[in-house]
């Protein structure tokens, strides 16, 4: 498998626009994340999903931000309209569930830098 | 979850060994301690994962006293590769909520 696809790897975008991250899991696994990195702020998780349904959206900043996970092998991360202050690297991780109790390997794309402008 | 607390940098030469320490004093009975790793502009990456006692892996060695209420993370005759970020998480993996969250890290920086 190819890992964790994220795309683009670079965004740069005027405020107000709307971006859409887009991601593609190992083929398999049954959890999707997204997170946003930033200096400040650290490595915060948004949202995850278990078999294409979200489970806690309780890290998504506000309702410009929205994610959806159509099938098993694609999810987007929407913000819309964008604003300087979300310029970051927006990271997408997979995990499988091999009905082990140990599991908790996560794999991570690249990340989409975005800016903000 | 767990909070965990890790020193937020740490300074080291080739070919030492280097612990970072991590505490979670509310450890549940369930969860286990991760340890990721991440290279500047690259996603963080697994390194090891234990419940209790030591364990090693061709990376790193992972040692957790009995009480479990921290952990260290050992990473012999480092080079400057393992310059990095170093993670510590703590949380069940068999919930079906589990999620995976990151603290501040540990940032480890490997001098000539």
């Known amino acids: 498998d190819a890992g964790v696809i994220q795309s683009p790897r670079h965004e740069v975008t005027e405020m107000g626009q709307e971006v859409t991250l887009r991601c593609k899991p190992i083929s398999g696994h049954d959890y999707l994340f997204w997170y946003r990195q930033t200096m400040m702020r650290g490595l915060e998780l948004l949202i995850y999903?278990?078999?294409?349904?979200?489970?806690?959206d309780s890290g998504m900043p506000e309702d410009r931000f929205s994610a959806k996970m159509p099938n098993a092998s694609f999810s987007t991360l929407k913000i819309q309209p964008s604003e300087p202050r979300d310029s970051a690297v927006y990271f997408c991780?997979?995990?499988?569930?091999?009905?082990?109790?140990?599991?908790?390997?996560?794999?991570f794309g690249q990340g989409t830098r975005l800016t903000v402008v | 979850l767990a909070k965990t607390t890790q020193p937020i940098s740490m300074d080291s030469y080739e070919g030492q060994e280097v612990n970072i320490t991590c505490s979670h004093n509310n450890i549940a009975t369930n969860d286990y301690i991760t340890w990721y790793q991440q290279f500047p502009s690259q996603g963080p990456r697994f390194i090891i994962q234990?419940?209790?006692t030591k364990v090693t892996n061709e990376v790193a060695s992972l040692f957790i006293p009995a009480d479990r209420k921290s952990s260290t993370l050992s990473l012999p005759r480092v080079s400057l590769s393992d310059t990095a970020v170093y993670y510590c998480?703590?949380?069940?993996?068999?919930?079906?909520?589990?999620?995976?969250?990151f603290g501040s890290g540990t940032r480890l920086s490997i001098r000539p």
């Open positions: 999903f278990n078999n294409n349904v979200p489970i806690d």
């Open positions: 991780a997979s995990r499988g569930d091999d009905g082990t109790s140990s599991n908790t390997e996560a794999f």
């Open positions: 998480l703590v949380g069940d993996p068999g919930s079906s909520a589990s999620k995976i969250i």
């Open positions: 234990g419940y209790k």
